[in-house]
């Protein structure tokens, strides 16, 4: 999945250190990020390079991360234009770059960038908010509320009906992603993993489950979420009762003819389930 790097190594260490040349630039402007690619490889501008073009990099940009303890940061709204070979490319087209490790540090950069720009005032009383300096977060400098970055559990169900999966597609109004995928959806306040689970599977496609069972986690950017994967059993009647507005499309697919358009496992933790289940995923007995 996106965030599997090895042998790179990604450490979201909070520090509060000044850029240098060598340092790596992720500059983001509305949904999209400023790098180059080249046979559809992607890279990233250093600081040297953007600081040609913008001198205030030295003091306007922020830390981020580090991978293989190369810093990475970032400019806060910074208005600059494609130059040279550098040109901006939409958050969705990463999914379809490589490498894998890179993409990885430009959507979870575009998270944090994110973060920083729709949380500059305080939700509280409306005062300018400032960042800290032990920890990643943003205080308010009249109430002195604190704020952390924002992230969204999430589950996504694989619903096992013998040797058959449920898949579906979502809605054109509802997303952009086209692909099919499981059902899919953010966790309530107050509710239990396993809750959302019933719950999700309930409104999108009509059904009980029983014999939850959680398979992995990922953390996803794109959509500021905590990705928490589970597979279950259908229980009792496997007749589906779609949610038209949120899905176009909810169907049984025997395990050895899948949908061929489905295969993203090396990004997305939906894209390894459905692998999983092709491979002869089956949920143990307790």
Request: aromatic share 12%; hydrophobic share 35%; charged share 30%.
């Amino acid at each position: 999945m996106i965030q599997d790097i090895t042998p790179h190594k990604y450490d979201v260490t909070y520090q509060t250190a000044d850029a240098k040349e060598t340092d790596i630039l992720l500059i983001y402007q509305n949904d999209s990020l400023l790098c180059c690619m080249e046979d559809n490889k992607i890279t990233y501008p250093s600081v040297k390079e953007i600081a040609e073009t913008f001198p205030d990099v030295y003091i306007k940009a922020r830390f981020l991360f580090c991978i293989d303890e190369q810093n990475y940061f970032e400019l806060a709204q910074a208005e600059l234009s494609e130059f040279g070979k550098w040109r901006y490319i939409s958050r969705e087209k990463l999914r379809n770059v490589r490498p894998i490790w890179k993409v990885f540090a430009g959507i979870t950069g575009f998270q944090l960038h994110k973060w920083y720009i729709e949380h500059r005032f305080c939700g509280h009383c409306g005062s300018r908010m400032q960042e800290t300096e032990k920890e990643r977060a943003l205080e308010c400098l009249n109430c002195k509320k604190r704020i952390y970055p924002v992230i969204c559990p999430s589950v996504i169900v694989g619903i096992i009906n013998g040797d058959k999966i449920l898949m579906t597609k979502y809605a054109d109004s509802h997303s952009r992603y086209r692909k099919y995928a499981l059902v899919a959806g953010y966790v309530e306040t107050g509710e239990s993993l396993e809750d959302a689970v019933r719950r999700e599977v309930m409104e999108e496609v009509g059904l009980h489950v029983k014999n939850i069972r959680y398979y992995k986690s990922q953390p996803w950017s794109f959509t500021d979420a905590l990705l928490v994967g589970f597979f279950c059993e259908v229980d009792g009647d496997t007749g589906i009762t779609m949610d038209e507005e949120e899905l176009s499309a909810a169907e049984w697919f025997d395990r050895k003819h899948l949908p061929t358009e489905h295969s993203e496992a090396e990004i997305s933790l939906t894209g390894e389930m459905i692998e999983a289940f092709w491979n002869g995923y089956e949920i143990a007995d307790e």
